[in-house]
């Protein structure tokens, strides 16, 4: 009873004129989100406007949390649905956007794939070639060539993520892996033919001498989240910092970036940079 009259207390605090009381009210009742039970439904029905509207953002934040902790889960089972992750990764950097439009997005280009015939890196090349699109190496600096909206709005993509997408949209996928080699990603077939969408979508042999890394599905994932969260700390996105973080660790503690350096985790017990 103790725990609900508290609850109950800070919810009372969300109509608050003062923007500071209210936010602090909020913060404190995300922390208590196992407490809340049906009270947000219940507020929702108030009159008072001002409350419906925190209210509501209450609800998004706790939504936004979710999600990070439902794509750690997903991006560690044993069975990995590839383009819903996708999709998640993308709802990581804008988060504000509708994920049933990315999924009917993403949903009508595999339609336009299946009508083709794309079990060798040649079809798989002209079929990208013909569709516009554009790969380009990794980096930090374009976050959004790793949101499959972006990617299929604009045809430019990461390379990385276009190979990944390229070997689900084939029709024997288990033939293809996806390789880094001497920097660059691949699509490779078991018979040794290599695609580098970077490089205008070329075809090559598999040289004898390369050392392949092989990407899985799992891999590909960790790799775009962990580039946005990078792109986020390049920027000093502290926001981003927290959310993508949250993604990929799946936790929400106040321990969540501890294997981060100075100033994300500034610890007592930990050496701080010196004063210049």
């Not at 990461?158 to 920097?183: I, K, N, T, Y």
């Amino acid at each position: 009873m103790a725990r609900e009259a508290t609850i109950r207390q800070l919810a009372s605090l969300l109509d608050d004129p003062d923007e500071n009381v209210a936010v602090n009210a909020m913060a404190e009742l995300l922390y208590r989100e196992k407490e809340l039970g049906t009270l947000l439904g219940e507020l929702q029905e108030e009159n008072d406007p001002l409350l419906r509207k925190r209210v509501h953002q209450l609800q998004a934040a706790l939504t936004l949390r979710r999600r990070r902790r439902e794509f750690s889960r997903k991006i560690h089972a044993k069975k990995i649905d590839f383009a819903d992750c996708l999709i998640d990764v993308h709802l990581q950097w804008f988060d504000n956007d509708p994920k049933p439009a990315l999924e009917k997005s993403y949903a009508a280009f595999e339609r336009e794939a299946r009508d083709r015939d794309l079990r060798f890196p040649e079809e798989i090349a002209a079929f990208m070639r013909k569709g516009g699109f554009t790969a380009e190496i990794e980096t930090t600096l374009r976050p959004e060539n790793y949101c499959i909206g972006l990617i299929l709005s604009d045809r430019v993509g990461s390379a990385a993520l276009l190979c990944g997408v390229c070997r689900h949209l084939a029709e024997s996928p288990e033939d293809l892996s996806v390789v880094r080699a001497g920097g660059d990603f691949a699509l490779r077939h078991r018979n040794g033919t290599l695609l580098v969408p970077a490089h205008d979508w070329q075809i090559a042999s598999t040289p004898r001498s390369a050392e392949l890394e092989l990407f899985d599905d799992r891999m590909l994932l960790r790799f775009a989240s962990a580039t946005l969260f990078s792109a986020a700390v390049n920027s000093d996105s502290f926001r981003y910092i927290l959310t993508i973080a949250q993604a990929l660790s799946g936790r929400d503690g106040d321990r969540m970036l501890d294997q981060l350096p100075y100033p994300y985790f500034p610890d007592e017990g930990r050496e701080t940079p010196p004063k210049t």
